[in-house]
């Protein structure tokens, strides 16, 4: 029971951002979580929530959903997927902690550091690849992805619908993946299956206010919890 509040709390919290902002939503969870509770646990909730959560964001603002931007995203998905899950059903969960810790270290550098910063595009293109693995083993490749071709977008609400279906079907593939390994647990999902309902709370709420709220504040708090997390994953590495 305490894993399924912990689950419902941090991941509408996440979600809430995610709604406002495209993204970020597994990022803050698994921020928060990684101090509770092992890698693959934290995963398999978020593949669960995320799931659902990012069909509410994209069925509310499926006006602004642009099917160019999701065409071009579908191969890195599709490699992204089988080489991220590959290394979720393959690896120990020290050896996922220290994935995990790595990516969130760079994850929190990006934000500190390099937000303004325009990057090449052989390097956004590095990004469109580590951001495909990430979301196919822990469901976080959002920001990668987003600073890769966030300049495509035409507006916030197309960022917001457009990456919210890339995610559906990142997870979909995941999900497939999964079963065909027999990796799947339905007893698991059965038992954190009501956390779904104030994460859609959360969401809500979070479209309500995804035009007139400031982004600054919000990208500077995920930024120190996502470097926190990124070392709090590490050192479990290295027990």
């Known amino acids: 029971m305490f894993f399924s509040v912990l689950i419902s709390i941090f991941f509408s919290i996440g979600f809430f951002f995610e709604s406002i902002f495209g ?19 934290t995963v398999l909730a978020g593949l669960y929530i995320g799931t659902l959560s990012s069909m509410y964001i994209a069925f509310s603002g499926r006006k602004h959903f642009e099917l160019k931007i999701f065409t071009k995203l579908i191969p890195v998905a599709l490699l992204g997927s089988m080489l991220g899950v590959y290394v979720f059903m393959h ?3 020290k050896i996922l902690s220290a994935f995990m810790g790595l990516i969130l270290f760079l994850l929190a550098l990006r934000m500190i550091f390099f937000e303004k910063y325009e990057f090449p595009k052989f390097i956004k293109n590095k990004f469109l690849i580590i951001g495909a693995i990430s ?4 469901g976080i490749g ?9 300049n495509d977008f ?15 079907f990142c997870n979909i593939l995941r999900i497939a993946q999964m079963s065909f390994a027999n990796k799947l647990e339905i007893d698991f999902f059965i038992g ?3 956390t ?4 859609f709370v959360a969401i809500y709420f979070g479209h309500l206010i995804h035009l007139k709220i ?26």
Request: charged fraction near 15%.
């Open 23 to 41: 993204f970020g939503g597994g990022l803050i969870a698994y921020s928060f979580l990684g101090f509770f509770f092992e890698v693959k646990e």
């Open 91 to 93: 690896f120990s969960s």
């Open 135 to 138: 979301q196919g083993a822990f």
């Open 142 to 150: 959002g920001p990668f992805i987003v600073n890769a071709i966030r």
């Open 154 to 168: 035409k507006s916030k609400s197309s960022l917001r619908a457009t990456m919210a279906v890339y995610f559906v």
């Open 192 to 194: 954190i299956s009501w």
């Open 196 to 199: 779904i309902i104030p994460v």
């Open 214 to 239: 400031k982004d600054s504040v919000f990208k500077n708090g995920v930024a120190v919890i996502t470097l926190l997390a990124s070392i709090n994953f590490l050192f479990k590495a290295l027990k």
